[in-house]
């Protein structure tokens, strides 16, 4: 815990300590990696290779995960036969639509949550934050019947509308923390320039501009990781990576290598993101609560 | 170029109260300091004077026109604020054009104020720089650009040089009187620093409580405070108190505190008089209005002992005890005496504050 | 000289213009047009979320009061409090919440005791970077392809995390997901590979506030790492920890991707955690009077847990945002 500027003095005992931390440290990057590299190795495995196991209590096998013929069959069948280009184009779609709705009226919003005081501004924010916090079997029968009774079902604007439903509050909730931090100070300055109050909120929109970026990025992975609003409100029509990815699975035969390849696609786009939004990744995950 | 009045104005944020029926009129062109300890109202002031807050009560003209309804930008007002408020994401040169652009000039005529500016504030090397890249007194220029640029009617500075180190403060002080001079712009000036007061301003509003407590030049301020709080606030090292008792009566009164025994002149003594003063009364006296002599046959008025000694390089600053008190004097002194030594000190019996115990007026 | 010294009352009331309430915002935003201003910024969000969340949560309340029907034409028939009194002699309810406590207990402590260990050990190391990357990944994957890929591993012909229970000689009969307890270690496994990483980063972040100055005084004062870890960092960390812990159980009941997946709350229930069960109730046996009863149980704790949120983001005490923008 300590900074690297504290000294260490060396003893046997902290020796022993080091290697039990190298050791952890070892078992925890394996456990923490082996899974993905499982999955990406075995969405290029054909169904021989990727149910080879070596034998029970056989560790010198261990060899036989990456002793295979890499083979795109699983890509290529998913993005032909399957229609994947399809739902990821849904995907998309409706994770980004409902990103840019809620980033977009959540920010104007924050905004006037920041600035304004007002009876009954508490509750406002609980009310806010518990719409973001309700579990979504919860809400997910009555949100059904009126997406049916408006035809939304298996429609991406019903879909947009869905993820909304969790987009919007958190939008709100995070981006009122980042306006609380700029200072009144350069709206009154912008004020006695001469702006007009638009104009002054324009002045400070640079200031929060990456945060929003990130929360839009942020807002388009809840939306793309989505399973249970997608297979029931975009049943139908609006399909999504996920809930195609599930519908892999059939009564006789589970695709595995197919399934595995439907995760890398689902996946790697979001780590991507996950990198490019890395400094706020933990601020967005914890509602805003933890800055780093 | 214009004059500020501000007519009876009080401010209350709720039921609290944050200027008190304040009556103040800065002349055109004129360097308006309005000096307080933080919560006195100043900034309360200021700021409504640029309309960033609403006048609870009374009125405030800009020449003969009434402001009180006009929203900042059509004021014709710069401020520059305490954290500067520069806009992070724009350059100098940007900073400092925006309150041209917002006004719709041409761009051939921003950039020749800017860079007028610029130069008569010597920052035109850093026009490209962002805040960031700036230091504080750097920044200070930066703002005080943005507000100079557009020649307006009144400059509104709120502490602009807290933030800066004690030397880049002194040299500011100068500057910044220099330019207000050169601009011949009617200015009020916010500090708590009342030696920025003391030093740039053509007369001080000084403010306590939300309520002014009086509005003269550096110098009625320093020689004639109406009252303690005026008397201790200004000045430093600040005014040394004594609670003393009134002797005698007519033209031959005297100050008695322990075995001190203080003659006043014949007119302040007819002051007291008349303003008919109690028997007990605060006598105030500024450090630079005592001498000092080491020893104990020094034949002064009042026997001490030092506390401490701190010389300040040129003057000494030094602490003395006696009775329950202790004194500051300030002087030049060649013999550097030790803790405890015996010491006499002598009243400058002209330069006397006398002041109501209950009140605090004053009295002289 | 000008010297206020009468003291007069303050003007009548109606001399204040605009003037509500102000703690801290500046009166540029507390007047009648700025308010009116704000409002608009406001209105269409606070709509727009009050048809989505308002309006079903109202629909809730009337099919928790009835016994909805499903075929047309039939209207639903008024059940008064039934629905709700029928939850207290109703087994798998009750199993359900316990599931549910039991499954997010063994989540939590893995999770939190891994993640603190990984972050102390990882804070100011030359492996810090590294690490984080490799922590974002798990974080990224859809819950329902984290489920997928584990099903892949506990499988009992070809599972990788299979052979090796099974090569170490833990699992004697039997596959993972089909015992009733290695099942529920099989989910808590799950969630514990994909959300140890936020710990862990929500624990570095608290850890670089911890006052390097405490530490150093508590060191010079004789304390040794170890004591220095208990009795200064984890203090330190405890706002951060109490926010991991209260978002990742909220997690744990509000995502159930993973658990439908993987196990559909099998075998023999082991794993049917509460809304798993409300999962079954609404859209499996289609009794949406009752399911609505349970939603609103679930509910309960969401204001619950909310409200102790909100308290914890006012708290100044608890202040554990940095001052001014990242």
């Known amino acids: 815990m300590a900074s690297r500027e504290i000294v260490r003095y060396k003893s046997p005992a902290r020796t022993a300590f080091s290697v039990l931390v190298i050791l952890f440290l070892i078992i925890f990057f394996v456990w923490t990696v082996l899974p993905l590299a499982i999955m990406l190795t075995s969405s290029f ?42 739902y990821m184009r849904n ?202 | 170029m214009t004059s500020v009045t501000i007519k009876d104005v009080w401010k209350y944020y709720g039921k609290t109260m944050a200027v008190k029926e304040l009556n103040i009129e800065v002349r055109d062109n004129e360097f308006l300091c309005l000096l307080g300890p933080s919560g006195c109202g100043k900034s309360s002031t200021l700021r409504m004077l640029a309309g960033l807050e609403f006048i609870s009560s009374g009125e405030v003209f800009f020449g003969d026109l009434k402001v009180n309804d006009i929203p900042p930008r059509d004021r014709d007002i710069a401020m520059v604020f305490e954290n500067y408020a520069l806009y992070p994401h724009k ?96 200015t009020v000036y916010v500090t708590h620093d009342q030696l920025e007061g003391m030093t740039m301003a053509d007369r001080i509003a000084v403010m306590h409580e939300g309520v002014l407590q009086q509005l003269g030049t550096p110098g009625e301020i320093y020689n004639h405070p109406v009252n303690e709080f005026v008397a201790g606030f200004v000045g430093e090292p600040p005014m ?16 008695v505190y322990d075995n001190m025994n203080l003659a006043l002149g014949g007119e302040q003594s007819r002051i007291l008089e008349t303003k008919g003063a109690a028997r007990e009364v605060r006598l105030g006296i500024r450090p630079d209005d005592l001498t000092i002599e080491m020893g104990t046959d020094h034949g002064l008025e009042l026997s001490a002992k030092i506390f401490v000694t701190e010389p300040l390089g040129g003057d000494m600053l030094i602490e003395a005890d006696f009775g329950q008190d202790r004194m500051t004097i300030k002087r030049k002194i060649a013999e550097l005496g030790q803790p405890g030594d015996a010491c006499g000190i002598a009243v400058n019996s002209e330069k006397l504050h006398v002041f109501d115990r209950d009140t605090g007026e004053a009295f002289f | 000289m000008a010297v206020n010294t009468i003291h007069r009352e303050p003007p009548e009331q109606s001399a204040y213009r605009g003037v509500r309430r102000v703690d801290h915002s500046p009166q540029i935003f507390n007047n009648q047009p700025a308010r009116y201003y ?98 974002l990944m798990p974080m990224m994957m859809a819950p329902v392809v984290a489920g997928f890929l584990y099903m892949f591993l506990y499988n009992g012909t070809f599972g990788w995390y299979f052979w090796l229970l099974r090569s170490l000689g833990v699992l004697d009969g039997g596959t993972i997901l089909g015992n009733k307890s290695w099942a529920m270690a099989g989910i808590v496994a799950t969630d514990v590979w994909q959300w140890t990483p936020l710990i862990a980063l929500i624990t570095l972040a608290g850890l670089k506030r911890v006052p390097q100055e405490q530490l150093e005084a508590n060191m010079v004062d004789g304390a040794g790492p170890l004591r220095n870890f208990f009795s200064v960092a984890l203090p330190n960390l405890y706002p951060f920890l109490l926010i991991a812990i209260l978002l990742r159980f909220m997690d744990n ?66 202040k554990i945002k940095t001052d001014g923008m990242d």
């Open chain 2, 240 to 255: 040394n108190f004594l609670d003393c008792r009134i002797e005698g009566a007519g033209d031959s009164a005297s100050l």
């Open chain 2, 91 to 186: 350059t100098v040169f940007e900073n400092m054009a925006n309150p041209l652009k917002l006004q719709r000039m041409n761009k051939t005529d921003i950039k020749e104020r800017v860079v007028w500016a610029a130069q008569m504030l010597e920052i035109e090397e850093l026009l490209q720089r962002k805040p960031v890249e700036l230091s504080g007194g750097q920044k200070q220029r930066t703002a005080i650009g943005r507000a100079i640029v557009r020649e307006p009617k009144v400059f509104l500075f709120d502490e602009p040089i807290a933030h800066l180190d004690a030397k880049l403060r002194s040299h500011m002080r100068g500057e910044l009187k220099h330019l207000q001079r050169r601009l011949e712009t009617t």
């Open chain 1, 45 to 86: 495995k054909d169904l021989l290779d990727a149910f080879k196991l070596p034998a029970e209590g056989d560790w010198g096998g261990v060899g036989v995960m990456f002793d295979f013929k890499p083979t795109g069959a699983h890509y290529v069948e998913l993005f032909t036969e399957k229609h994947f280009g399809e």
């Open chain 3, 38 to 135: 704000l409002m608009w910024l406001l209105l269409p969000a606070v709509l727009l979320l009050a048809a989505i969340s308002l309006y079903p949560f109202v629909w809730l309340i009337y099919m928790s009061l009835h016994e909805v029907q499903l075929a047309p034409g039939k209207s639903d028939l008024w059940a008064g409090v039934d629905n709700f009194t029928r939850l207290f002699s109703d087994k798998s309810f009750a199993r359900g919440w316990v599931t549910l406590f039991k499954y997010s207990a063994l989540c939590l402590s893995v999770e939190i005791s891994l993640g603190v260990l990984v972050a102390v050990i990882l804070n100011n190391s030359r492996l810090e970077k590294l690490f984080i990357t490799i922590f």
């Open chain 1, 91 to 292: 995907s998309l779609i409706a994770s980004l639509g409902s990103a840019v709705v809620s980033v977009f009226l959540g920010s104007m919003a924050a905004y006037a949550l920041s600035r304004a005081e007002f009876r009954g501004k508490k509750d406002l924010l609980f009310w806010i934050i518990s719409t973001r916090m309700a579990p979504v079997v919860a809400v997910m029968v009555p949100l059904y019947v009126i997406f049916r009774s408006s035809g939304l079902v298996g429609t991406l604007p019903g879909l947009i509308l869905a993820y909304t439903t969790f987009n919007l509050p958190f939008a709100i909730w995070i981006l009122k923390g980042f306006f609380d931090n700029v200072p009144y100070a350069i709206e009154e300055a912008a004020l006695c320039d001469g702006a007009n109050r638009w104009q002054a909120l324009r002045m400070i929109m640079p200031l929060v501009a990456p945060g929003v970026g990130a929360f839009i990025v942020l807002c388009v992975l809840f939306g793309w990781n989505d399973f249970l609003f997608a297979s029931i409100i975009g049943s139908g029509g609006a399909k999504t990576l996920p809930v195609a990815t599930a519908e892999l699975v059939q009564p006789v035969k589970i695709q595995w290598g197919s399934i595995m390849a439907a995760g890398v696609v689902t996946t790697v786009p979001m780590m991507f993101l996950g990198l490019l939004i890395r400094r706020y990744l933990v601020t967005g995950l914890t509602m805003g609560a933890v800055r780093e």
């Open chain 3, 253 to 318: 009941f509000r995502f159930i991707d993973t658990i439908l997946i993987m196990t559909g709350g099998g075998p023999a229930n082991a794993t049917k955690i509460l809304p798993t069960y409300l999962f079954d109730v609404s859209f499996k046996f289609f009794e949406l009077g009752r399911g609505a009863a349970i939603a609103f149980t679930l509910l309960l704790l969401t204001i619950l847990l909310g409200l102790i949120l909100t308290k914890i983001f006012e708290d100044p005490t608890r």
